[in-house]
């Protein structure tokens, strides 16, 4: 296990470290070191609007885990709901496929004594509505230009699409087939844990598909304002388009927060609407300093609170 672990350390490390340089090439070949002075002239009052659009998308994603919360029967204070999603946005991040989500589930189980697969359950209709929403604005690139590299990302997001639907429809299939499988190995004692993924009603998964359009939104809009604070007007439909690709190909990757990659699709994208490459790379390194950056620093500080709070629990 130790053994296993260490592989598993090893693996993140070299990939953050790819990520790393890769960013650190793409800013070096774009030319902004040259031409930093360009910062000097950026709107101050947009930029401004651009961090309060990005600490309302984190606002809406606290209520929409604080609204989960409640139809799983574990109603939870948005003190405690920001605390478990903002500290998400740190152990997510540093993580391959961003599976230090599943601290959230943890915490509620530690915490609230919640089944740990109902707070599975919550994460799955939190993932694959972000995947689906960013799926379908990245297929809007149908009206606009449809190049190889796009084609694959959007193959590429569609089979986890389908795979993830077949999942939630298929739940108590795989997940029955798992815990057969599980029960017998020696050593592994399992009881009372109940290996399913528990469904909503509609009404409730609509609701909670709407949350998640609201805050995919205000990410499309901040990347649109730090575009216009840097004197380029881009078509909306044009800027969401590329935001949806870029993130989808930085979760494709695997690396801890697409970092490299994510930047670099971004910047190439914004490049085909005429952008230089210097101010693409400007637009995208401002844009991801006050979204994920910020919300990773934000986690880092938060993460402490929520680990104290763990402390305190009975084991």
């Known amino acids: 296990m130790e053994i296993s672990q260490r592989t598993k350390r090893i693996f993140q490390f070299i990939l953050l470290l790819f990520g790393l340089l890769l960013l650190v090439y793409i800013i ?43 139809h799983y029967d574990c109603p939870i204070s948005l003190r405690d709901a920001s605390i478990v999603t903002v500290s998400s946005f740190y152990f997510a991040n540093i993580t391959p496929g961003k599976i230090g989500d599943l601290f959230k589930a943890y915490f509620m189980q530690k915490r609230y004594l919640m089944n740990f697969f109902d707070g599975v359950s919550m994460l799955f209709y939190e993932r694959f509505f972000e995947l689906l929403i960013l799926f379908l604005t990245a297929a809007a690139i149908v009206f ?37 499988i599980v029960v017998r190995l020696p050593r592994v004692k399992i009881p009372e844990v109940s290996f399913r993924i528990r469904k909503i009603p509609f009404s409730n998964i609509s609701s909670v598909f709407a949350i998640t359009l ?102």
């Open 144 to 180: 606009i230009d449809l190049r190889g590299i796009t084609f694959i990302v959007l193959e590429l997001s569609a089979l986890i699409l389908i795979l993830l639907s077949l999942f939630y429809f298929k739940s108590e299939f795989f997940l029955g087939f798992i815990e057969r």
């Open 28 to 70: 070096g070949t774009s030319g902004i070191i040259e031409n930093y002075r360009m910062f000097f002239a950026v709107s101050i009052p947009l930029l401004v609007l651009a961090f309060i659009l990005s600490n309302l998308n984190i606002l809406t994603k606290i209520y929409r885990w604080s609204y989960l919360s409640r």
């Open 214 to 315: 609201i805050s995919l939104i205000f990410e499309f809009a901040r990347l649109w304002v730090v575009a216009l604070a840097f004197g380029y007007t881009l078509n909306p439909l044009q800027v969401s388009i590329f935001f949806s690709l870029a993130i989808i190909a930085g979760l494709i990757s695997q690396i801890p927060l697409g970092i490299g990659i994510t930047e670099g699709s971004l910047s190439l994208l914004l490049q085909q609407t005429g952008i230089a490459p210097v101010s693409a790379m400007s637009i995208v390194l401002t844009d991801r300093i006050l979204s994920m950056y910020y919300a990773l620093v934000l986690g880092f500080v938060f993460s402490k609170f929520s680990l104290d709070q763990l402390s305190e629990v009975p084991p």
